[in-house]
């Protein structure tokens, strides 16, 4: 008879049977056989497969869907065998694998390259340089693992999903309580996913299964200051078009993402300075916390080994832009600064709105080298594409690391299996950019010169052309760029300091508590008058439509959640905390809606080729 086993309850575990290997030809967890297997299976199957998707959909739409989803669905049904343990080896693979897609979507800089006319380094040098990028990235996502996922535990929705998956496709008895409410929201998010590919009227709604998920993952309080922000900006519009801060025509996120970028960087600045004051107090009183709070043995890493890594990676960017490329010192060194800025502000917009907006990242830092003096776009190419790699490395590193709280896998472990990934994603951004655009040479045509006639149809390629846009700016300064900036950074330092006095004074909390009213007084201000910054910000990043699908899916939470404590089930204590209804759902849609962006990117990518 299986014996059984209790996970810490601070990730939302729950009792699950033994280790014991149920398929005996499998190699023995923590094998060197077992660590192969899983390698090969995710950087050399998994991971290409979502590589190539990735890079087709941002050369053809401008964004793409990393590969979790399905590299945690594929990799469940390899390591099934294990039972319940199997969920870290499918965990181990999703990580290599995500890790192989989001470095081979990075080609469209290749793209820009040939757009503007710029010179192309050798395709070893490029390599080497993404490479640098990728693994200083990984070292800086690490880093903050801490802060983003332990202190701050944000929701990482994706991650969130991921986890669900890949406990409930390797433990039979989370399955069956499980399945129906995943396969559910999966259906839903697969069906809802290609009728707003195919159906002009949902396409013009903007439906989004993925963010109508994510938005019953977070709940109501996250998903209302993204509408709120999204409503007064379509209000602003004809005042940023009076004061020359846009132009007529222009969606109002042109400008706002910039105050949503600096609004995180207020807010993180208080927080930040929180948790460093804790850190101080920890390194004063090292017993009395260490007594306090045990570390668990699989969150430990080697803190001094991870700071090196991260400088000597940051050194190598420089020294490989300087002496291979031939880029400025100062250029590439404040690009690199830059990365522990936007690396915090990107990852908590990832974790609560599960958007990662390294486009953004790229044009502020752009925005930031112009006031800088710089001029030239190659320059601004280089080190603009050190802030974009950073970004998407680390922000999936963190969104990998929630989904390893969740399961309690051995972050060491997780980070080498995200190197091994990030080694072959080098080789293969730099190898897909040239297959497409040598199979496809009107890739290479330069779309910001084109008329509206003129342009591809299928090939709208929205990332290069934002890029190339930016780059191109530089011979005009925009100083109102820089004081949207400043604008945000003080809103979300005003509004974040005074949320963490009011919230956390012992009388606000008992008041709050006594009454409905009260409580309906607290969401108002929670949600309306006084909310988050990183939640609001999320609605500064994307159109009207789609904060208000985000809404509309917490709202949907929040009135089921307060519901659901009336209906529950005895047997709902078999499922850990967080795979409720509404997360299973909400993580089906997202998982949906990734399968159908994936499915149609395969099945665009093969007609085009039959063509």
Not at 367 to 377: E, R, S
Not at 497 to 525: C, H, I, P
Not at 542 to 561: E, K, P, Q, R, Y
Request: charged share 10%; net charge positive; hydrophobic share 50%.
């Amino acid at each position: 008879m299986n014996s059984t086993t209790t996970l810490s309850p601070s990730h939302g575990n729950s009792a699950t049977h033994a280790t014991s290997v149920r398929w005996t030809w499998l190699p023995a967890i923590g094998s060197w056989r077992y660590h192969l297997m899983l390698a090969l299976l995710g950087i050399f199957v998994l991971g290409p497969l979502g590589g190539v998707t990735a890079s087709y959909m941002n050369f053809s739409i401008g964004f793409f869907v990393g590969g979790q989803v399905l590299a945690g669905i594929l990799g469940s049904t390899v390591t099934l065998g294990y039972g319940p343990e199997g969920k870290h080896g499918a965990n181990y693979m999703q990580t290599a694998a995500a890790s192989v897609a989001g470095m081979s979507a990075m080609g469209v800089l290749v793209q820009a390259m040939i757009w503007m006319g710029l010179p192309q380094p050798p395709l070893w040098q490029l390599m080497l340089f993404m490479g640098a990028i990728g693994m200083f990235g990984a070292g800086v996502g690490m880093l903050y693992t801490p802060i983003l996922v332990d202190r701050l535990q944000l929701t990482f929705p994706s991650g969130l999903a991921v986890a669900n998956i890949l406990r409930a496709l390797t433990d039979p008895v989370l399955l069956r309580r499980s399945i129906a409410r995943l396969a559910s929201g999966t259906a839903l998010g697969v069906g809802g996913g290609l009728a707003a590919a195919k159906v002009g009227a949902l396409a013009v709604i903007e439906l989004s299964t993925s963010t109508l998920g994510a938005g019953l993952l977070v709940g109501a309080r996250i998903a209302i200051p993204a509408l709120l922000a999204g409503a007064l900006g379509t209000l602003l519009i004809p005042y940023f078009v009076s004061i020359g801060w846009l132009k007529a025509g222009d969606p109002f996120r042109k400008i706002t993402f910039l105050i949503g970028l600096g609004m995180i960087m207020g807010a993180a600045i208080i927080d930040l300075a929180q948790i460093g004051h804790e850190a101080w107090r920890r390194w004063r009183h090292p017993s009395a916390f260490a007594a306090a709070e045990p570390e668990e043995a699989w969150k430990k890493t080697n803190t001094g080994r991870l700071v090196a890594w991260v400088l000597f990676f940051g050194a190598a960017i420089v020294w490989l832009g300087s002496s291979l490329l031939h880029q400025p010192v100062f250029f590439m060194a404040f690009a690199v600064a830059l990365v522990f800025v936007m690396a915090v502000v990107n990852g908590i917009s990832l974790g609560i709105s599960d958007s990662n907006p390294i486009s953004s990242a790229f044009v502020m830092s752009v925005v930031l080298m112009a006031a800088l003096g710089l001029k030239d776009p190659a320059v601004g190419l280089m080190a603009g594409s050190i802030l974009l790699i950073s970004c998407s490395v680390a922000g999936d590193m963190q969104q990998d690391r929630s989904t390893g709280w969740r399961l309690g896998t051995p972050r060491t472990t997780q980070f080498r299996y995200q190197v091994l990934g990030l080694v072959v994603g080098a080789v293969l951004s730099v190898g897909f950019a040239q297959l497409f655009m040598t199979a496809y040479p009107v890739l290479k045509l330069d779309q910001t010169v084109m008329s509206a006639g003129e342009q591809p149809a299928q090939w709208s390629a929205a990332m290069t052309y934002k890029f190339v846009g930016a780059l191109r700016s530089l011979t005009d300064d925009q100083p109102h760029q820089r004081t949207a900036i400043w604008l945000g950074v003080l809103l979300g330092f005003v509004f974040q300091s005074a949320r963490k006095w009011l919230f956390s004074r012992a009388a606000y909390r008992r008041w709050k508590d006594q009454g409905s009213a009260n409580k309906a007084v607290d969401f108002t201000l929670d949600a309306l008058l006084l909310p988050s910054p990183y939640a609001f910000s999320f609605g500064a990043f994307l159109s009207l439509a789609t904060s208000v699908w985000f809404a509309i899916g917490g709202v949907i939470s929040s009135v089921v959640n307060h519901f659901a404590a009336k209906w529950r089930r005895a047997d709902d204590d078999v499922l850990p905390s967080d795979m409720n209804s509404t997360s299973l759902v909400g993580g089906g849609l997202i998982a949906g809606d990734a399968l159908a962006a994936l499915g149609l990117g395969v099945y665009g990518l093969v007609t085009t080729l039959a063509g």
